[in-house]
Each structure stands twice: as C-alpha cells, then as structure tokens.
C-alpha cells in the first residue's frame, strides 16, 4: 500500500507494534526443553491482548499462529507438540497480523541459549546486510539493486542467499505489490520502490542453499542442499530519506 493519509500511518503504526512487540516477547520466552507449539501459543495470547488476528491464518489457513522454523528449516515452520528446543538451536520465528484492516510482518532468527553449534556468525551477517539494505531504500531506489546489495553483501562474507523466497509490498492485506523483493539482482525485475509505499524487506542468508523446497507437510521449506539459513525481517515506509521503520521496537538488531 502507499501511504496517503495520517490515518493510515497511524494504523501501520499499530498493526506493526502488535507483530514487533509479539515477536520481541516471544524470543524471550522461548527457552530449551520448550515446544514450538508452546511458543506459538504464548505468541498467540500477545496478539490476541492487541486485538490482532495472525495474518497466515486468516490469509493462508496456516496451521498455527505464528512460523517457527528450527535449525535446518528455512521458513513457515508449523508449531508442534513434538519439536522440542534444545540448547544452541538456530530458531526463526516469523510474526504477521491484521489489526483494524491493516497487516504488519517481521521475523528473525536467533540462537537459542548457548551458541554451542556457531550459528552466531550467520545471524550477525543477516542483521547486518538487513540494515545495510534498508538504510539504502528510498523512492526511486530499483528494487532489483537491493536485491543485489544483499546477494553481494552475503557473498562477501562467505554465504549464498535464497533466491526464491523475497520480501514484498503490505499493507491493506499480507501480500500486495511489489510482489518480489528478491535477495538478488532479478534483472527482469524494473521497479522502483515507491516514495510512502510499505515493504517488508526481509534477508534469507543461507550457508549452502540458493532455493527453498516445500516438505510434504506442505509448509515447512528446507534449502536445496541442506545447510542453515538466517532470516530477519522489517516492515518500513519509503521516503526520499531515511525509511520509516514500523517494526524497530522488535529489537533484532539489538
């Protein structure tokens, strides 16, 4: 969506301090011997306490509240009573909702208490090349050159990028246009971000992979040729300047 009035700001505002301020609590309750179900639950109260209803599940039928992918998962890992966390697992968990008409997204991994298998180094460079890329956003910046900054940025540090899973436009609804906000340069792709158009812009930073496949559960994606991946995800505002970043008080940067 663009962005035309107060009001509508204003209702970015809130559907994104619904998903950031779920997201935030979420990484903090998550603990080793947890399930991902119970997780999903506490995540499922926080929102309901907003207002705010899961975006996947209203959008999708997802089977659960939230996404919650373990180690060798990609994305849209479907909470369960039989995963159980363990110390040092690569945790991602992805928060969307609608509240008032208006949808909100953001996501991040993390490492669950010791970093005792060394993902922290792929999670750094996700957060890092997130930030790099959209504090490069503005109007008329090609979407297709951010795409490229992420890929080279990953490159650079030794890790590959999931070339078929991308950010995209929200706003009214979970997924809107721009439809493919790619982590690598899609010369096909000629458009330009748009000044108070609302993106998700999301890294998928992945050690051995360049493409997710779906399980049989038809949800859950795992890379191609196995490895981890880090995913970190902010929904922002374009401006001529400095973008707005409605999701910042999820802290995945801290």
Not at 93 to 100: G, P, R, Y
Not at 177 to 184: Q, R, T
Not at 196 to 209: Q, R, Y
Request: proline content about 2%.
């Amino acid at each position: 969506m663009s962005i035309t009035n107060e009001a509508e700001l204003t209702g970015m505002q809130k559907a994104s301090e619904a998903v950031a301020q779920t997201l935030k609590e979420m990484r903090s309750y998550a603990e080793p011997g947890m399930t991902t179900k119970q997780i999903d639950n506490y995540g499922a109260k926080i929102l309901a306490d907003f207002g705010a209803k899961s975006a996947p599940l209203l959008t999708y039928r997802f089977p659960g509240c939230t996404c919650i992918s373990v180690n060798n998962e990609v994305c849209h890992g479907i909470p369960s009573e039989k995963r159980i966390l363990k110390e040092g697992d690569l945790v991602n968990i992805d928060v969307s909702a609608e509240l008032n008409g208006f949808c909100s997204d953001n996501g991040g991994s993390f490492v669950l208490g010791e970093d005792v298998h060394g993902h922290q180094k792929l999670i750094d460079a996700s957060k890092e090349i997130l930030h790099k890329a959209i504090f490069h956003i503005k109007g008329g910046v090609r979407i297709s050159d951010i795409g490229h900054l992420i890929e080279t940025e990953a490159k650079n540090r030794g890790y590959k990028v999931i070339k078929n899973l991308a950010g995209h436009g929200i706003g009214k609804s979970l997924h809107e246009e721009p439809s493919e906000i790619a982590n690598y340069r899609d010369r096909y792709n000629l458009k330009r971000f748009k000044k108070n158009g609302v993106v998700a812009i999301e890294t998928f930073i992945s050690t051995a992979s360049s493409y997710a496949e779906t399980l049989k559960d038809g949800w859950t994606m795992v890379g191609n040729k196995g490895g981890f991946v880090a995913q970190h995800e902010h929904t922002i505002v374009v401006t001529d300047g400095k973008p707005i970043i409605l999701t910042e008080m999820n802290g995945i940067w801290n």
